[in-house]
């Protein structure tokens, strides 16, 4: 979706903060976790499709 992807100690899209995305974070990641629930899968594929198409559309927009 336009472009950006999962991140992890340096942002290299949109910025999510009034902060500078040049600067990567300098600490220690010890673990990163992510978790992927039922909801999608749960929907009707038409529903589904539709919220997918969205959101889409929403992060076009957003990235102009």
Known sequence: MS??????????GAPVGPY???FPFTG?????????????EAMPAEQRDKLVGEGMAHAALASQ
């Open 3 to 12: 472009g950006e992807t999962l991140d992890v100690g340096i942002d290299t």
């Open 28 to 40: 220690k990641i010890e673990k990163i976790e992510v978790e992927v629930g039922p909801v999608l």
């Open 20 to 22: 500078p995305h040049e």
